[in-house]
């Protein structure tokens, strides 16, 4: 299985929030090798760790967005609905196959949730003189 990337495209431009999304990718990761050393123990635990740090990183990404006078209802009812979902893909008694459908909907989605939003947050710090458009 390919390890999870986050690509120059998805930098946001804001220390805080890429350095968070690299660690996001990062426990992805280490998922991903407990998954290929079939470790389902290991995939549940580092599934947790990585719940809470997503939850965390919503929280504290919506206070650096708010900093910058940059708020959506819409992105926190979204992160509301994703947290509740990313709930019910990681149980105790997941199996190996379990695990790799978690994984791939890891894949097709997180990105996804960067740009539906976080890509928005990226073009206001532009807009608002923070940072240069990229050339
Ligand atoms: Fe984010």
């Known amino acids: 299985?390919?390890?999870?990337?986050?690509?120059?495209?998805?930098?946001i431009g804001h220390d805080d929030i890429d350095s968070d999304h690299a660690e996001l990718i990062k426990i992805l990761n280490?998922?991903?090798d407990s998954?290929?050393?079939q470790d389902t123990k290991r995939c549940h635990e580092?599934?947790?760790?990585?719940c809470a740090k997503l939850n965390q990183h919503f929280i504290d990404e919506a206070k650096v967005?708010?900093?910058f006078g940059y708020t959506e209802?819409?992105?926190?009812?979204?992160?509301?609905?994703?947290l509740a979902h990313i709930d019910t893909l990681g149980g105790?008694?997941?199996?190996?196959?379990?695990?790799?459908?978690?994984?791939?909907?890891?894949?097709n989605e997180f990105l996804s949730w960067i740009l539906r939003h976080d890509?928005?947050?990226s073009e206001h710090l532009i807009t608002i003189g923070y940072n240069q458009a990229r050339p």
């Open 65 to 67: 967005m708010a900093g």
């Open 1 to 11: 299985m390919n390890k999870f990337e986050l690509s120059p495209a998805f930098l």
């Open 30 to 32: 280490e998922m991903t």
């Open 46 to 50: 580092i599934w947790q760790q990585f």
């Open 119 to 121: 890509l928005k947050f």
């Open 35 to 37: 998954f290929m050393a």
């Open 92 to 107: 105790q008694e997941n199996t190996l196959e379990d695990w790799k459908n978690c994984l791939f909907e890891m894949r």
């Open 73 to 82: 209802e819409k992105e926190n009812s979204d992160h509301q609905k994703i």
